[in-house]
């Protein structure tokens, strides 16, 4: 008895049971938001699922040639009703992108076509005019995917966005409407084009025919360093012979990543002096654009750059240099097999090296 008297003047029965109900009401809440949050999860998928198949029989009967007639989609009712919700929208526009994907021709031009007079458009038009950057990003995907090149003028106004998506999602945009012209708009960018939007817009470059780019070389002489690689990128890729002058100015570039990315452009587009220049500039380089000067003449180099290769072997301190010098060697002369041999029977790394690229190059 002692004991439960001393523990009811520390905790009092009101204490435990406002512990209690309070306990029950946080229950309570919690079972009733994870009931609403599985109701309107359960809902969403049926709804989802109920436009998936509406929108599949139409599809099914456009895939077979037959047209789909305004008035054939005012009819249903039930559609009708779920598209004029914004829930249902949306997962209408997704599933029409998502079956546009994967067709091409007519066929996707039909899926167009049912996104436009089930009046899909103007919902992305809406999303695309809204001062929110999130709703303007997605607005400008679903026009680019509906292939709405009406509005490409409109949208190419922000492909200079200062906010970054938007900015991204119009410059994919543009280049999808006009392919390699729609490039124009790297003269007026003023924004950084980041390493990973510079591999997506080559990769979408890639899946057209190529085009001449006449103002490549003003992107090369670009403020906007992100432009100038990029277009060192263009160069590189297309093989642009008739900008090797603008390239080879980017090697007074401060940025060690513009000139890194020069050399390796002026290997695709070589000239007869073009190794003249790299070896010009590599005592002055870094590391690492050492390494890729000796690595390209590996690939465009001659007999006239055994000499200054041979200077490399002699003269640089680092193991992995040499290593190139004597790659780049024996790549670049008949007698680098033997030009080497002379050197290594001085120098037993140099014929350990020389070994190795032996070894690399019979496989």
Same mark, same amino acid.
Request: proline fraction near 2%; charged fraction near 20%; glycine fraction near 2%.
């Given at each position: ?5 001393? &523990? ?20 309570? /809440? ?10 309107? @999860? ?7 699922? &109920? ?10 009967? =456009?895939? /077979? ?9 005012? !009819? ?6 779920? !598209? ?8 209408? /526009? ?12 007519? %066929? ?31 607005? /400008? ?64 470059? #890639? ?25 060192? @990128? ?28 020069? =050399?390796?452009?002026?290997?695709? =587009?070589?000239?007869? $002096? ?14 690492? *654009?050492?390494?890729?000067?000796? @690595? ?10 055994? $000499? ?9 301190? *680092? ?14 002369? !008949? ?5 080497? %041999? ?5 120098? #037993? ?5 020389? @070994? #190795? =690229? ?6």
């Amino acid at each position: 008895m002692h004991s439960r008297d001393t &523990f009811f003047r520390f905790i009092r029965p009101e204490h435990l049971y406002l512990t209690a109900l309070s306990f029950i009401v946080v229950t309570s /809440i919690l079972v009733s938001a994870i009931y609403i949050y599985l109701y309107v @999860k359960k809902k969403r998928h049926f709804l989802k699922q &109920f436009i998936t198949d509406k929108l599949d029989e139409y599809i099914s009967t =456009i895939l /077979i040639g037959e047209e789909i007639l305004p008035d054939q989609l005012l !009819l249903d009712e039930e559609l009708t009703d779920i !598209l004029n919700r914004k829930s249902g929208q949306q997962l209408a /526009i997704d599933q029409l992108i998502n079956t546009k994907k994967n067709l091409t021709g007519h %066929a996707a031009e039909s899926i167009i076509e049912l996104y436009e007079k089930l009046n899909l458009k103007t919902i992305s038009i809406q999303k695309f005019r809204s001062p929110l950057w999130y709703k303007k990003a997605k607005g /400008i995907y679903e026009l680019y995917m509906m292939n709405q090149k009406s509005l490409e003028k409109q949208i190419a106004q922000y492909t200079n966005s200062n906010n970054e998506y938007v900015r991204t999602e119009a410059q994919t945009a543009i280049i999808g409407f006009s392919g390699f012209h729609g490039l124009s708009f790297l003269g007026t960018l003023s924004y950084p084009l980041t390493d990973w939007q510079q591999i997506k817009l080559l990769e979408q470059l #890639q899946l057209l025919n190529p085009d001449k780019m006449p103002d490549l070389p003003l992107w090369l002489q670009s403020t906007n360093q992100y432009v100038v690689a990029f277009a060192l @990128k263009l160069a590189e890729t297309y093989q642009q012979m008739h900008v090797h002058t603008e390239v080879v100015h980017c090697l007074n570039s401060p940025s060690e990543r513009i000139r890194h990315q020069a =050399i390796l452009t002026l290997s695709r =587009i070589a000239q007869d $002096d073009t190794t003249q220049i790299l070896k010009t500039i590599y005592a002055q380089e870094t590391y690492a *654009n050492k390494q890729t000067i000796l @690595k390209q003449i590996a690939i465009i180099g001659t007999d006239d750059d055994i $000499d200054f290769l041979i200077n490399v072997l002699k003269t640089e301190t *680092n193991d992995t240099l040499k290593l190139e010098a004597v790659r780049a060697t024996m790549k670049s002369s !008949l007698d680098g097999d033997k030009i080497i %041999a002379e050197v290594a029977s001085e120098n #037993q790394v140099i014929a350990v090296m020389a @070994k #190795q =690229i032996n070894y690399e190059m019979t496989k």
